[in-house]
């Protein structure tokens, strides 16, 4: 039997193995469900209390009328809804309003319970007890009874307690009094949304007290993503993502550049290669965009001057890294140059330099709940970025005693060493790099004036790894052609592309870069799955 049927008959072993799991979890799912349906704690009639807590009914969920409203309606009708993230000391005394999920119950009595609630990442204490107002010991087991993860809506007023609150990012306590089950979780989750915002310092420093806490793994975090997600250093990760999309777009609409949307269906390659999605478009041979690449050059043919797009790039290469996926968030950037291809490099410095501090200035609250879970050093960078040309680069390494081909493109190790030379001499971790050799770059690259064995083009690094690659372009259709054939694409497949270039063009460049590579490495998270909000690799096309 070959390796590659060895292969196989593993993978489908693990896929039955898998699939069994699942399988067993959705039965013992159902299971806790149905006990936990025949044990309902439901609202007792003879309580005086019972309509200030219970299950919200589906009606009153279908967004009914006034009339029509039930007890849930009518309590939170005339309230203004207050965030779990703005419950602070200057709220006290007051009546709130919140919604959040249920993180963890604590019952210390029949009259007496907490309830932690959850929403975005903050947590608050709630107490209810028999001593506060409308509350009946009903309740208080109702309240101590619901599942983790459901949602709730709480009525309460805000205390300050005389001693710190422990395990909550707020520091107040809601009184109860009001409480309502909005939408039940399971009895018996997946995974715990606690668990798997532990950090491994926690757990061997567990191990070494001589407990064992669940470890989550990441094949399981991402097969229940939708519970991952919830976690304080998820909530951050992709709420920075956010603010590198803002800054990207706001940045770029203030230095006159306009927004585009290109096809992501096209008849040929836009990069080279064969590492693409292919599929029949009406019977005609087509595949998925690997970059806007051709489109966002037609718009510069287009008149637009300056354009940038965000949206969906997609890579069929078999790619088992901590840094490649096979679909991911692409920032593209095209625009005319008017005297030297530095003017793109100008504004790959001006804009990450103004994404770095936009970050750091907005996101602090985020970038301190990644921290808690995946700890990292702010990354270093300078007000006006570091250029070094591919050739000084290279006798860097050689002169620390690393070799490499100088016309050759730099691996995986070289960078990283190299990274490591400029942070030590230059004092950052982000930094440019152009000139590169020719032959290592896509077909479009402008050939450097003095030496045609290098190119107008560049990477940028962050902590030694590459982020973003960009060149001037060919914009002489004739010459295009010729490269075209050098890199072994048919013309044929991109000839309204090249025909774009016939009717007058200026010189013009640009750069892409992988969203999800800029908060990865921003956030020293040391793989990208983390930063992709639902994955797809060579082995991953769910959920």
């Excluded at 509350?135 to 983790?148: C, D, H, P, T, W």
């Excluded at 306009?258 to 009406?282: C, N, R, W």
Aim: hydrophobic residues 35%; aromatic residues 8%.
């Amino acid at each position: 039997m070959s390796s590659e049927s060895e292969e196989q008959q593993l993978s489908k072993k693990a896929a039955k193995k898998e699939a069994a799991k699942q399988e067993k979890l959705r039965r013992r799912q159902e299971a806790a469900a149905l006990a936990s349906a025949a044990s309902s704690l439901s609202v007792e009639e003879d309580d005086p209390y019972s309509s200030n807590y219970g299950d919200v009914s589906l009606p009153e969920l279908k967004s009914c009328s006034q009339t029509d409203a039930g007890q849930w309606s009518l309590a939170i009708s005339s309230m203004e809804w207050t965030p779990v993230g703005a419950l602070t000391q200057d709220l006290k005394e007051k009546e709130v309003l919140i919604r959040g999920r249920v993180h963890i119950t604590r019952p210390v009595s029949k009259n007496m319970s907490f309830v932690v609630v959850r929403e975005k990442g903050f947590t608050v204490q709630c107490l209810v007890t028999t001593q506060g107002e409308g509350v009946s010991s009903q309740m208080v087991k109702f309240v101590a009874g619901l599942n983790r993860e459901s949602i709730i809506d709480a009525i309460g007023v805000v205390s300050v307690p005389g001693n710190p609150i422990k395990g909550t990012t707020q520091q107040v306590e809601i009184h109860l009094r009001k409480l309502y089950c909005v939408n039940k979780a399971l009895p018996t989750l997946p995974i715990n949304v606690d668990d798997a915002a532990r950090s491994d310092a926690e757990i061997e420093a567990a191990l070494l007290s001589g407990d064992k806490l669940p470890r989550v793994n990441q094949d399981t975090r991402l097969n229940f993503r939708v519970l991952d997600i919830r976690t304080p250093s998820n909530q951050g990760i992709f709420r920075i993502q956010c603010q590198v999309g803002t800054i990207f777009r706001q940045f770029l609409l203030s230095e006159g550049f306009v927004e585009i949307h290109t096809p992501k269906l096209i008849a040929g390659s836009s990069e080279g290669g064969s590492a693409v999605f292919k599929l029949d478009y009406k019977g005609q041979p087509a595949c998925l965009a690997q970059s806007p690449q051709l489109h966002k050059q037609m718009a510069i043919c287009g008149d637009f001057g300056r354009v940038f797009e965000i949206g969906p790039v997609f890579r069929a290469e078999d790619s088992y890294t901590h840094r490649h996926l096979c679909e991911f968030t692409g920032l593209d950037v095209e625009m005319e140059i008017k005297k030297h291809y530095s003017e793109v490099m100008d504004i790959v410095d001006r804009l990450f330099v103004t994404m770095f501090d936009g970050m750091n200035e907005r996101c602090q609250k985020e970038l301190e709940a990644i921290g808690r879970q995946y700890p990292f050093e702010p990354l270093k960078y300078k007000p006006k970025t570091l250029r070094l040309t591919f050739e000084e680069g290279v006798q860097m390494l050689k002169d620390a005693g690393v070799e490499v081909d100088p016309l050759g493109d730099l691996n995986t190790e070289a960078e990283r060493k190299l990274g490591q030379l400029v942070l030590e001499k230059y004092d950052t971790e982000f930094y440019i790099l152009h000139r590169y050799p020719l032959a290592v770059r896509p077909f479009y690259t402008m050939p450097c004036y003095d030496n045609a064995l290098y190119s107008n083009s560049f990477d940028v690094f962050i902590r030694g790894e590459e982020i973003i690659s960009g060149a001037q372009r060919v914009h002489v259709p004739e010459f295009l052609a010729e490269r075209a054939q050098a890199c072994g694409i048919d013309v044929n497949t991109i000839s309204t592309y090249i025909d774009s270039f016939r009717y007058g063009v200026p010189p013009h460049g640009g750069f892409g870069v992988g969203l999800e590579r800029v908060v990865m490495l921003f956030c020293a998270l040391g793989n990208i799955r983390k930063t992709s909000l639902f994955p797809r690799d060579p082995q991953r096309i769910a959920p």
